[in-house]
């Protein structure tokens, strides 16, 4: 047993298995301390196949039974409780699996991280604050970030310092950094964090005991990502700066992970927002005394084919209509779906009974007492609707509130997960049933205000007009008894059409009535377009921001003519390299192509000069000739294939072209263009119907 | 996850690419015709979904409706 009074300093890690070391942290170095664990295991089923497990189990060393009553989400569990330590538990399920018992009883807390396990039953918290608004614990840390390129390391980057030379002195400066920090944040492409390591070992500069995990690819939200090797440092906490929760929320989103989920550090910036849900979802269970199914059995309840059609609808996404709209405001329900779970009482053991039934579905749902997952996530979500609420410009609450959100966001999805201890699909369908109902009444009381809604995505809807915007807010809470707030007014608005003519969904850019600007699924917020794309986008966005309707849009045409030359001309005239560099992300390997993309052609030219590039991994190049699959990697080499950057920047032209058609089409004000199809046709123009497939 | 059915608007994606099949066969101009007429129905797959309604239907009735409201607005 240790020494070190946990109250007195800050603890910040903990590792081990069966025994468990906890890291405080006193304001200057860490101290440890360490604990012998034991913990517990728990079947139920028939007295006479637990008793049979009790004989067989009471031979294996270190193993002791008792039998118990303790609670599950369901009811009270009568059983066998086996005492072991950790690393004794796969022996134990290895025997269930064997003996054929596994599938006759139930088995509970049989899969969970002992540090974490350790921590949430004794209430342990890491990176402690007293208050939602007192700031994180200041500990030192430090960003290396190797730059990588041609198989060297050939420059690193020390949090804002950057040593061009890889000499003795700057591997010195990089031990030294490490050695008086707590938390090291690496960059790894191509191993060169762990070379970096291996070269001052090698050289004899220092002494730093690490080991590697390796990388994988993997795919998220339809994405292919790589997460590059991963490094440990003994007696340091090192964050990848490629963790999602890193790059999403910096440091201290980690820090309020690991304090709302009670994982340490490491774990908590490698694991994905549903496994940190999950996390909370055990703590919260261990904290209140409830037995977590090790294997889930809560499986789908049989259903007609009529009522699997009904039920598995997902939200709403209204198509907008092509156009430019003015006096717009979005409005969107805050955390909507983790609200719904909290406020409607959605939980396994709340649906199948109860005093209220779903919306289409008929489920009949306990509105009291709280189920198991309302009281999980209900603080979670008082939390993050507080950061929300108090977040402004600052920084460590704004990444609090993001590091929240991804939880909250996950957690619905969490709910259909099959393998989600606290799942259940019927839950899944009704959070979704009832969100399509929420935005239902949204806009029919936005309607009846006088609002035209003009687009809406499951929790956001676009309105204009001049009605009330906060007796509608107030309307819509005392209706779905969800919170709803403003998000953002704007001036102006533009749905560009899509291909087929109809409105783009998610595409969209407008001006807002503080002056600055929003736009998605354009070249501005696209990562594989060049920088002059962007560069054009943003200029043009300017030219319209002293417009108030559709005169003054249409009055811009020959300004944004002009715009347009100047651009064609830096193409045309020879332009800066790095304007013409493009994100290539990587999503497959050459072979599995079946077209010979302009990626592809990437890939290819990369295989031959040696490298071969993971998916998920991104690269960048400038197209010097697109039809030979020509790239260049750095500044060295000269040109660029003129047509193809042509090509891309008349992409980029197009939704301010139509934003001028769509406003001359109508000079009275209000919305304009309505119809792609129609705008198409009187423009006699077959050509800009493939301008918006973005 | 959740969802183990395809979402409205896919299934009319691949209602529509099934009809679209029918333009090979048919006179340039029929054909432009047709796929107008078949992206027309397309802008009602928010409601569809939100109806509950077998999405055949629903995709034939969006197609009726916006045809109807061509013929009252006469200028379309």
């Known amino acids: 047993m240790g020494t070190v009074d946990p109250e007195d300093f800050i603890l910040i890690n903990a590792t081990g298995m069966d025994r468990i070391r906890l890291w405080h942290y006193d304001h200057s170095r860490i101290h440890f301390s360490d604990f012998d664990y034991t913990t517990w295991v728990f079947l139920s089923g028939e007295k006479y196949d637990l008793e049979n497990i009790e004989n067989q189990v009471e031979k294996i060393r270190g193993v002791k039974t008792a039998w118990e009553s303790r609670k599950s989400i369901y009811g009270s569990e009568k059983g066998l409780c086996l005492y072991l330590k950790p690393s004794m538990i796969d022996t134990v399920k290895q025997f269930l699996e064997k003996s054929g018992f596994r599938r006759r009883i139930k088995l509970f807390n049989s899969d969970l991280n002992p540090v974490h396990r350790f921590l949430s039953e004794r209430s342990m918290e890491l990176f402690r604050i007293t208050s939602p608004e007192e700031y994180d614990p200041v500990i030192p840390a430090v960003r290396i970030f190797p730059y990588f390129s041609g198989n060297e390391i050939r420059k690193i980057q020390i949090d804002d310092t950057i040593f061009r030379e890889i000499s003795d002195n700057t591997l010195q400066e990089v031990y030294s950094s490490i050695k008086s920090s707590v938390f090291v944040i690496y960059s790894n492409q191509g191993s060169s964090f762990s070379r970096l390591l291996e070269m001052i070992n090698v050289r004899g500069i220092g002494r730093i005991l690490y080991k590697k995990t390796p990388g994988k690819a993997f795919e998220s939200y339809g994405q292919v990502h790589f997460s590059g090797d991963r490094v440990s440092i003994k007696g340091k906490i090192c964050i990848s700066s490629d963790s999602f929760i890193y790059s999403e929320a910096g440091l201290p989103g980690i820090f309020e992970i690991s304090r709302v989920s009670r994982l340490p550090p490491e774990t908590a910036s490698t694991v994905t927002p549903g496994t940190a849900v999950s996390a909370l979802e055990f703590s919260k269970a261990i904290s209140m005394g409830i037995l977590i199914p090790g294997y889930k059995d809560d499986h789908e309840s049989p259903k007609s084919l009529a009522l699997l059609r009904l039920s598995d609808r997902g939200g709403i996404t209204l198509q907008p209509m092509p156009g430019l709209y003015w006096n717009v405001t979005e409005i969107d329900f805050s955390s909507m779906y983790p609200s719904i779970i909290v406020r409607y009482n959605l939980s396994p053991e709340t649906i199948g009974h109860g005093d209220y039934s779903v919306p289409w579905l008929g489920y009949r749902i306990s509105s009291s007492p709280a189920g198991f997952l309302p009281l999980a996530l209900g603080d979670l979500l008082d939390l993050r609707l507080f950061y929300k609420s108090i977040r402004g410009d600052h920084p460590q609450y704004s990444a609090r509130d993001i590091a929240l959100k991804w939880l909250l966001l996950t957690s619905f999805g969490y709910t259909g997960y099959k393998n989600a201890k606290f799942g259940k699909i019927e839950i899944h369908e009704s959070i979704t049933a009832i969100g399509r109902w929420a935005i239902s009444i949204a806009m029919a009381e936005a309607r009846r205000l006088g609002f035209t809604v003009i687009h809406g995505i499951v929790d956001s809807l676009w309105i204009a007009g001049d009605g009330d915007v906060d007796e509608l807010l107030r309307r819509i809470k005392e209706r779905t008894r969800l919170d709803i707030v403003v998000d953002s007014r704007y001036k102006w608005l533009l749905f560009p059409p899509a291909r087929n003519g109809n409105g783009s969904v998610g595409t969209y850019f407008g001006l807002r009535k503080d002056g600055t600007f929003k736009a998605r699924g354009i070249d501005t917020r696209r990562e594989d377009v060049p920088k002059i794309c962007k560069d054009f986008q943003f200029e043009a966005f300017s030219l319209f921001s002293e417009c108030n309707n559709n005169s003054d849009v249409a009055e811009k045409s020959a300004d944004l003519e002009r715009l347009k030359k100047k651009y064609m001309n830096r193409i045309r005239s020879g332009c800066a390299h790095e304007d013409l560099a493009i994100n290539f992300r990587i999503t497959r390997r050459s072979e599995e192509y079946v077209v010979n993309t302009i990626t592809r052609k990437l890939l290819k030219a990369l295989e031959r000069r040696g490298f071969h590039i993971n998916p998920g991994e991104s690269i960048v190049a400038r197209i010097v000739n697109a039809d030979l699959g020509i790239f260049a990697f750095d500044s060295s080499a000269e040109g660029y294939d003129r047509s193809v950057y042509i090509g891309m920047l008349k992409r980029s032209f197009k939704p301010f072209d139509y934003m001028i058609s769509a406003a001359g089409s109508n000079h009275s004000g209000g919305h304009s263009g309505k119809n792609g199809l129609n705008l198409l046709r009187k423009n006699g123009d077959r050509d800009i119907v493939d301008l918006y497939d973005f | ?76």
């Open chain 2, 1 to 76: 996850m959740g969802r183990t059915t395809p979402t409205v608007r896919q299934k009319i994606d691949s209602i529509s690419k099934d009809c679209m099949k029918m333009k090979d066969m048919m006179e340039p101009a029929d054909g432009e015709l047709l796929e107008r007429m078949l992206n027309l129905g397309k802008v009602h797959s928010p409601e569809i979904n939100f109806s509950g309604l077998p999405v055949e239907f629903g995709y034939l009735l969006s197609i009726v409706f916006e045809l109807f409201k061509i013929i009252r607005d006469g200028n379309r």
